[in-house]
């Protein structure tokens, strides 16, 4: 059965300036010579793109400059007898994906730009359309998208990726017109299914490398199987495969006829194959490392670029005669300090390179063998040593069949005969001239410069602030409720840092930090997005501010409130405006509604009952207070959207008509009571004009894309009689007072003994605490029918969270905001919603559809699913050698308190029970550590005691510590 999809909420924390550039390696690039501000016979331009593992597809003007080949003639050369092109520029920058950019391709003749991410999506982004920030999702792939293919002529572009597949994607329907399988269970065109003996496990089908020729006939696949496969794209199906390769195929590039392939594979050859022969006309040895990319602009591949894992560069030249070897040579270019996972050229001139650095480097490539006979030695064409040149034999019969068609019967006779012919050959008898090619450049030509990316992390105790290390080994403090770089310590070791700057608290997770993109994504789920409180006088607040006693923030509210501020805005002018919209649909479709299941409230398992405020707990064993454990709400599937960094992205938007597609972009109790309860006075509690329900009523299976609406989501949220009987947390003071039934009073808390019961009731009544007795009324509404649900639901009202519970928070409106859908069969989530702080209010509308349940009723109802309180035991006894005396109930009495309850409060209950008027004058310990006054129960156990169990705390007078 299909897993449940999950819903998560991120904010990306990052520095907000004018630099656009790459922080981390750039992964692809594509290049445009075509777009030139042309002047009579001479003309200067060209853009380059690139995207890289930051997330960001962006280009630049390269400002080449170019002449007329022939007057009469439409074909541009690059200049080289002028100076050298000058600096590139950016000319478009995009965050388009949320994880790293794996590939891309320039199609429709070079005005739109189509990415493949790890974020599983596959996005095409028009930088020359009236909205050049709309970004369009394509489709998407099970796990991360490798690698795109494009064939001019048919206007479709592939893509495969590490889930097996390859999608062939019309962009203009954004629908995949051809899917295949290239998993071990494929079948050829003819039918015939190829023995499971000759297959790699299905883990090696994963796609690493594609191509494909311009006019769309073949498309050819690398992968991790060492097999090159050969497909049909019109029907799907394989046509032939090439084998001969040890390692993984990386890269392929196929002629513009579609009759050859050349491959290159981690086994570190390069390979020449005819498609029509099916075998391996050339093995070139030009590497000592894994060849990782490929480049050529010649139609039948006969001069190309390969890059590999060292960083070599070479350029390698083929002759089209068999019998001339004096025109086949490879020369070794350039070597970079990494990896080159791709290679851009232009006109035997320039040559650009993409590696894990985030600058770009652009090389001085050099002529073909002929011209650098005629041309004169410039930069541009030198003289070339021996030691970076390799003369290389000719292919037998390089561009023609070396077998008659007649001994070719069928691929399953040849598919491994021409794998013989694709044995690596040495080049030199000699062991003694095998050395590596002496590269012939050893500084690029001009640089992007690139910035510095976050490369790891850690979240300091406060749960507020987090440090980071950047590629340039420098560490920096951040805020990430304001959103704000706080400091930065140089370069130093992130360990020793975070020992210097930690403190003594302990509070629980309530988010999750993702840096993979090189900058702090906060990560914000269900499970625990609401379980962090602090005390707000250890956080940062605007100095005008006034701090109740013992106020807490919920970290979780502060920032989601903040965030969503604009949207709240506007779904409530559309409420104030009569829109009925969801509404309205929901009583059209009572279909749909009977259709959803819901769990009657007299099959939802009772809270558990347990011990009172600050009352005995059985001595033996000893034992902790865990956090009671809930079922995650699974929240239902809803139509996909997402946007880009400045978020136009509503479908009313200009750009969306060059598009058809969709635009992208647990049971629980109340909390219970206890003793410390804060002054010891009520709070006012705002209610809400709609109460929702637990967690437990939200549907427990993935419901149809289809039903997707807010009013489907939020149907089960809507019976107001079954809804008022769940305790709300909301204006909770931070310890609540007790029950008016509880014998403990909050005024005179004395310990009971743990076979007392926590109410008074008449002998023979089952006792039964205020919420269980509030929950065992006859469940009137169970039976009630759907339509009269439909009907409550019509006089629903907004309660939406207010600013004004919380304090001052000025968040950035650039700050980038993210919904995205995470499930058990997909390696990474993939985002629905991009946005910023400042666009939530006009896309509403999208967020609505992309928002999980959870924060539409958190948003607009003031309503998160209840938790058991965490708390923790502890024992109260005398220290030694004090003269207090002990506490009523005797020295063994074992306590139960919230546990962020702090030492202060322990100290006024002390001071209570003894009859001690000056409170200052006494002192706790855990241990020999003596405590202090903001410490919390939580801090103890982590910090001081370190086991599990009770926490020991003795007290005593503070003038008897020298004693």
Known sequence: ???????????????????????????????DASRCDIKDDTAEGGVLYSAGRDGVVASWDLNIKFKRQLKTEEAWLVDKQLQPAGKSTCKAFSQI???WVNDIVLCQEGTCVVSASSDRTIKAWKPYS????????????????????????????????????????????????????????????????????????????????????????????????????????????????????TDNIRALLVSQDGNYVLSGSSDATIKLWSVHARRCLATYETHPDSVWSLFSDHPDLRTFYSGSRDGLVTRTEISGRALSESENECIGLFKENSGVVKIAALQDAYVWTATSSSSINRWLSVPSSKKRQILPRSNFNPEVPAKAMIKLPPAKDTFSASIRDSYIASDQLTMYAGSVLSIPISYHEDEDNQDTLVPLRSEPDSVIRGGSGIVSHLMLQNRI????????????????????????????????????????????????????????????????????ELYADEIELPKDYEVREDQRLNLGKWILANLFAKYIKKEVEYQQNGDTRFIDEQIEKPESVKSKTQQPLSEQPLPQQRPGPLEQVPSAPSMTIPPVETEEPKPPLAAMTTHAE?????PTSPQA????????????????????????????????????????????SPTSPTASTFMNRLKNLSVKAKLSRVPTNEERPLFDTPQPNNTISS??????????????????????????????????????????????????????????????????????????EESAEASTGMDLYRGTVGSTGEDADIIIDAAPSWLLSYLLYNKIPTKETIKLTFVLRPANGTKLEELPGGSNNRLLAN???????????????????????????????PLTFNMTLAAIRQHILKTGGDIPISYRLKCEANA
């Open 465 to 532: 602030h987090v440090l980071t290390k950047d590629t340039n080994g420098e560490v920096t403090m951040w805020d990430l409720i304001r959103c704000i770089q706080l400091k930065n310590f140089g370069k130093r070791d992130l360990q020793e840092v975070a020992q210097e700057v930690n403190s003594l608290e302990s509070s629980p997770a309530w988010c999750t930090i993702d840096t993979k993109i090189g900058a702090i994504t906060v990560q914000l789920h269900e499970a625990n997005c609401f379980d962090c």
């Open 899 to 929: 546990r962020m309850l702090r030492v202060r409060k322990l100290i006024q209950y002390v001071a209570e029970k003894l009859h001690i008027e000056d409170e200052s004058s006494l002192e706790l310990l855990c241990g020999d550590t």
């Open 657 to 700: 008509a060059q598009f058809a597609g969709p635009f992208t972009a647990p049971v629980t109790s109340s909390p219970q009571p206890d003793y410390f309860s804060g002054n010891h006075h009520t709070h006012l509690r705002r209610e809400s004009a709609v109460q929702l329900p637990p967690p437990a009523a939200l549907p427990s």
């Open 130 to 245: 009236e909205n050049s920030k709309t970004v369009h999702t394509i489709g998407t792939h099970t796990d991360y998208a490798k690698c795109l293919t494009y064939a001019s002529q048919p206007g479709w572009v592939a893509s495969g990726g590490l889930d097996k597949k390859i999608n062939i994607w019309d962009i203009s329907q954004s629908k995949a017109v051809v899917s295949i399988d290239a998993g071990p269970s494929n079948h050829y065109a003819d039918g015939a299914s190829e023995s499971s003996t000759l297959h790699n496990s299905a883990s090696k089908c994963s796609i690493y490398a594609l191509a494909a020729n311009a006019l769309g006939t073949v498309i050819a696949s690398g992968s991790p199987e060492k097999v090159i496969r050969l497909w049909d794209p019109r029907s799907g199906k394989r046509i032939g495969k090439l084998t001969g390769h």
């Open 1 to 31: 059965m299909k897993a449940a999809t999950r819903r998560k909420v991120s904010y990306v924390v990052k520095l907000r300036t004018d630099e656009q550039t790459h922080c981390l390696g750039v992964n692809s690039l594509a290049l």
């Open 747 to 820: 005024n005179s808390p004395s310990v009971v003994p743990s076979a007392t019961t926590t109410t008074t009731a008449a002998p023979g009544t089952p006792t039964t605490t205020a919420e269980e007795d509030s929950s065992s009324k006859p469940n009137e509404e169970v039976n009630t029918p759907k339509l009269k649900e439909i009907e409550e639901s019509r006089s629903e009202t907004y309660n939406p969270v207010s600013l004004d519970d919380f304090p001052p928070l000025d968040i950035p409106e650039s700050t980038t905001i993210i919904i995205a």
């Open 646 to 650: 400045q978020s136009p992205y509503v």
């Open 97 to 99: 994906h949320t994880d």
